[in-house]
Structure formats: C-alpha cells, structure tokens
C-alpha cells in the first residue's frame, strides 16, 4: 500500500489512470496505469488530492456511499427491531410461564397413596404398645362404623400424636391405614402455604372434598404445628395466610358440612404451641402421645431392626436396649445402621459389640478426633472428667457412669463423661432436689478436681460447659421449681413465652427488681456451695487420682468397669 506522500508524487508524475474519493471514509482509491490499485487514508476536506489531480489531469470521482449508508442504517434500525420484538416474546413466554405455575398452586394434585402400597400393619410397630392399642378403635370406626352409630356415639373427626421427633407418629399413621385400608392422604402442613394469598384455604377445601367423595378415608398432615400455631400471636396481630389457612381447616374439620367418614389424624412435636381451637373436643377429640420407648420396647425396636443384619452371637440386644435410655426408635434404628457401616468399613462379616459401641460413641459423643499430643494438656482433661467420674460414684440418686475418655469429639475438646440414666427415673418423670442438687455438684466435679489438683491460680477454661450447666440447673431450682429458701416462686411467664409478640407487648412483670438481685445471690450461693461439697468428696481421694490419670492417659478410654477396678485396686 502506498502511503500519501507517495501518492501525492504518483499523482504529479502522471503515474495515476483514475481516483475514487470516499469522503465519508477519508479514503480515496487510486488505480495505476499498470492496473494495480491501492486505498489510501486521506486527511479531512483534503485539498491537495484535488488539486494535484486538477493539475495533472487525473480523472477525479467523488463517491459519498449514500446507498451504503442508507442500507447500514436501516440495517441497524431492523436489528434493533428485532432484538426489541425478541425480548418482549422472551419476557411474555416467561410471564406466561409464571402464571402456568401460579395456577398450579390451585391446581396441585392431592397426595392420594395407593392401597395396595400400604403394606404398614401394627405388627411392624415396636414399643408404642399404649399409643397402637389407643389408634386401634380408628381402624374400628372407619371398618365398623355401626357398632358405634348404634349407640348413638359420634365417630371422632380427628386425633393428635403429639411426641418428640422420631419415636414413630408417621409410622403409626401408615400403619392405620394399612390396617384399614381405606385411601389414605399424605402430606405436611407446610405445602398448604404458598405463595399467594388464599392458596392454602383453597387447598384444603380441595383435599377435604376428596376426601369426602371417597369416604371413608384418612387426612395425614404431618407437622402440623407449621399452620396449627396460636393465632394473634404476631406484633401486628395477623390475617396472614397461615392463618386464613388454618381457619379453613378448623371449618372443614368441624363446621356446617357433613364430613362424616373422614378421619383427620395429625402429628406434631410441639402440642405446646397449637391453637386451642384446634385441639377442642370436636375437631381433634383424641391426644394420643407418642413417647420415648421404654427398656423392653427398645428391646422390641432394637430386633425389628437387627431383621436383616447379621450380628454376632456376642452381641445382646437387651444389653443395648439398657444401654440406650432416653433413645428413641428413629435413634435405635440409627445406631444399628451406624453399626453395619463401621462392620462394612472394617471389612467384616457380623456387626459385634465393639462396633455397636462406637456407634453409639458417634451418636452420643460425635465423631471422634485424633487424640492430642501434647501430654500436659492430657493430663488436665484427665483430672477433670476423673473429678466428675469421682464425684459421681460418690453421690445419691444421680445417673451411672457409663464411659470416660479423654478423646477429643466433634462435640468436646476436653473430653468426655458419659452417663446413663436410671430407667426408674425416666419413666416417672419427676424430678427431685436432691437429684438435682446431685446434677449440680457433679457438674462442677472437674472444677474441683482441678481446685484440688493444680491450685487455684492455675484452673483452666475446660469447665465452661460445666459450669454453664451447672448455672441452668441453680436457677432453674429457684425460679422454677421453688427449691430454695427464697421461697416458692416461679420464673416470669413471659420468659417461657414462645410467641415473641405476645412477650413483646405484655407489660406486667411479675417479679420486682430486688427479687431478681436475690435470685442472683442465691444462685451464686448454689454454685458456691456445690463446689464446695465436690471438694469435700475429691479430698480423701486425691492419692488415688493421679494413678487413674496415668492409665487414662495410656488408655484414653476407660468403661465403668474397668474404672471401679482401677479405683479398687490395692496397688492404689
């Protein structure tokens, strides 16, 4: 390409047969006399090139591309265009495609479960003997309505498992209508609040016309305490749509249709919290609870799930089922199953005692961790969790020691003291002040020992947790359950309260700030007091301390066993 300097002189010397000028461009072409041709940039309004031309009598061409232009601008006009008319159909597919999904909130299909799939029978079910004898009259009333229509009895409209996750409400609801079987719906409460307003009523006018069409037949809402929960209990009180919707349901329940021959059973873990307009006779007439199972229901849970897997002739299930108090089916079920993935990673054939217990380690302590080298730091966790062991043997009414390990969890970095509580005690249900005076002494067990062992200056911070529970538990005696000399008081209702609305807005205290400041002085007199008796107990004990600490620390685990015959021995 030749530059403009040089076209300048071609164009003098006569070298040039013709010009095209592109002004819009700044270009002009040139075509030499030996048929070769060159585009060179020009410089604005340039003059030069025309009188150069004039001069030497060059054919001269102004070209100023109008077509071209022309057609590159209704090029862009139409390409605009285009994307313009492309996003509005992009965004009304998209609109479209919204409301396709909003009307399926209305449109949603009920969760019908097949009959033929209801395989669940009571046979199935283990250490819910008093819950399964209760739900048996349902099988009745929905298979045999006339014994009870006869003598004039009203079949009941709904019953409540009420109980603490996992000990099995879902499980006995499958189990009715297998029994029944009748068509039997499923689903949980959540999926009746949606995204617009009024979607959760009109769902549960749908479901309950089903229902009422194939009667008799079973309404399953799990967690119903999602809708269920007491209304007004919102700052700015409330007619939202969980609200509406649960007004619906208490209509369709108990209202002026005829609803005769379905049976409305739901399950929930927070009966404390549910309206009392849905648990009045009438809508849920029966509260069936569904609670933690005792030893031999474990025992019973525990061979349900061993069906299928292949223990060793070691192993006890009643041994466990001891073992386990305070577990729940769903707990029991997982332990086994924790059990063969351990067997399986060991290359094993039969799951035996030692791989049942440390499942039960994962549940109870969490996943264990490498232990820690440094051998002073050891030496602390092992006089601390020795103080609590110590201290527990040495107490009245109090849960047995079960294992003590120095090993660090995902749960503890100082170790662990597990106990085991006295099946007697769980299944009262009553708590005493000594066994919580008991509690509180044993939780400041390895404060003491660590008092004992090391000096006042030299305490650390493992005891935190301890001393956390040990806090709960003092004040929990004062302002709960009047074992003090304060007097027989109880906390604020208010605190307790799980509506912050209603806590919010409430404007009675019920106790005066001189009480609070007493409550406080008792506490610390409590705790005070209670590290003081776990001293007395450690002090004759200190010569044998350090020798269970060595061993401890070689050993890192230690059962109730093994410890009493460490603590027994004469070379002590």
């Known amino acids: 390409m030749s530059s403009y300097s040089n076209l300048i002189k071609d164009i003098s010397s006569g070298q040039i047969d013709s010009l095209v000028l592109f002004p819009t461009r700044r270009e002009v072409k040139a075509t030499y006399k030996d048929g070769t041709t060159s585009i060179i940039p020009i410089f604005p309004n340039d003059q030069t090139i025309l009188r150069k031309a004039q001069e030497s009598d060059t054919p001269l061409t102004v070209n100023y591309l109008k077509f071209e232009t022309a057609s590159a601008s209704i090029f862009a006009?139409?390409?605009?265009?285009?994307?313009?008319?492309?996003?509005?159909l992009f965004f009304i597919r998209k609109s479209v495609d919204l409301a396709n999904k909003s009307f399926n909130f209305f449109n949603k299909q009920n969760k019908l479960q097949d009959i033929d799939k209801l395989t669940t029978t009571f046979e199935d079910i283990a250490g819910l003997n008093e819950a399964v004898e209760e739900i048996k009259e349902i099988v009745t009333f929905l298979t045999q309505p006339e014994l009870f229509e006869k003598l004039g009895a009203r079949i009941p409209k709904g019953f409540l498992l009420a109980g603490p996750p996992g000990t099995g409400k879902t499980l006995l609801s499958r189990a009715i209508a297998g029994e029944a079987g009748v068509p039997f719906y499923s689903l949980s409460a959540s999926e009746f609040v949606e995204l617009f307003i009024g979607v959760g009523a009109s769902r549960v006018r749908s479901i309950f016309n089903e229902a009422k069409k194939n009667s008799p037949s079973i309404i399953f809402i799990d967690e119903i305490d999602a809708i269920g929960r007491q209304r007004g209990a919102g700052v700015g009180g409330g007619n939202d749509e969980r609200e509406q919707t649960l007004n619906q349901l208490l209509t369709e329940i108990d209202g002026f249709s005829d609803n005769s021959g379905v049976v409305v059973i739901a399950a929930t873990n927070r009966a404390d919290i549910l309206d009392s307009a849905l648990t009045r006779p009438g809508r849920f007439d029966r509260t069936i609870d569904v609670t933690l199972p005792d030893r031999k229901g474990r025992l019973d849970i525990l061979s349900i799930h061993a069906r299928h897997k292949p223990l060793a002739d070691e192993v006890s299930l009643n041994e466990w089922a001891i073992r386990t108090p305070g577990f729940s089916g769903a707990d029991l079920?997982?332990?086994?199953?924790?059990?063969?993935?351990?067997?399986?990673?060991?290359?094993?054939?039969?799951?035996?005692?030692?791989?049942?217990?440390?499942?039960?380690?994962?549940?109870?302590?969490?996943?264990?961790?490498?232990?820690?080298?440094?051998?002073?730091?050891?030496?602390?966790?092992?006089?601390?969790?020795?103080?609590?062991?110590?201290?527990?043997?040495?107490?009245?009414?109090?849960?047995?020691?079960?294992?003590i390990t120095i090993l660090p969890t995902s749960n503890k970095i100082e170790g662990n003291t597990r106990f085991v509580s006295n099946e007697e005690d769980l299944d009262s249900g009553l708590i005493t002040k000594s066994y919580l005076s008991s509690r509180l002494i044993r939780a400041l067990g390895g404060r003491a020992a660590e008092i004992l062992i090391f000096g006042i200056n030299e305490i650390t911070q493992i005891s935190s947790n301890d001393l956390t529970e040990a806090t709960y538990i003092a004040r929990e005696m004062i302002t709960r359950y009047g074992f003090s000399d304060l007097g027989l008081i109880t906390s604020d209702l208010n605190e307790s309260s799980v509506f912050l609305g209603r806590s919010l807005l409430s404007k009675n205290k019920s106790r005066a700030e001189k009480t609070y400041r007493e409550i406080d002085v008792k506490v610390i007199s409590l705790l005070k007091n209670a590290l003081q008796e776990a001293i007395n107990i450690l002090n004759p004990l200190t010569f044998?301390?350090?020798?269970?600490?060595?061993?401890?620390?070689?050993e890192e685990t230690l059962t109730l066993n093994r410890f009493i015959?460490?603590?027994?021995?004469?070379?002590?």
């Open 565 to 572: 015959e460490i603590l027994e021995s004469k070379n002590n």
């Open 77 to 88: 006009n139409f390409g605009f265009l285009f994307i313009l008319i492309f996003g509005m």
């Open 333 to 403: 079920n997982n332990l086994l199953n924790e059990a063969a993935i351990i067997t399986a990673r060991n290359n094993k054939k039969l799951i035996g005692n030692a791989e049942i217990d440390h499942s039960l380690d994962r549940l109870t302590l969490g996943l264990t961790r490498p232990g820690i080298s440094i051998s002073s730091k050891n030496r602390v966790i092992a006089y601390h969790q020795i103080g609590k062991a110590l201290v527990s043997l040495n107490l009245p009414n109090i849960e047995k020691i079960d294992k």
């Open 544 to 554: 044998k301390i350090d020798k269970i600490a060595d061993i401890l620390i070689d």
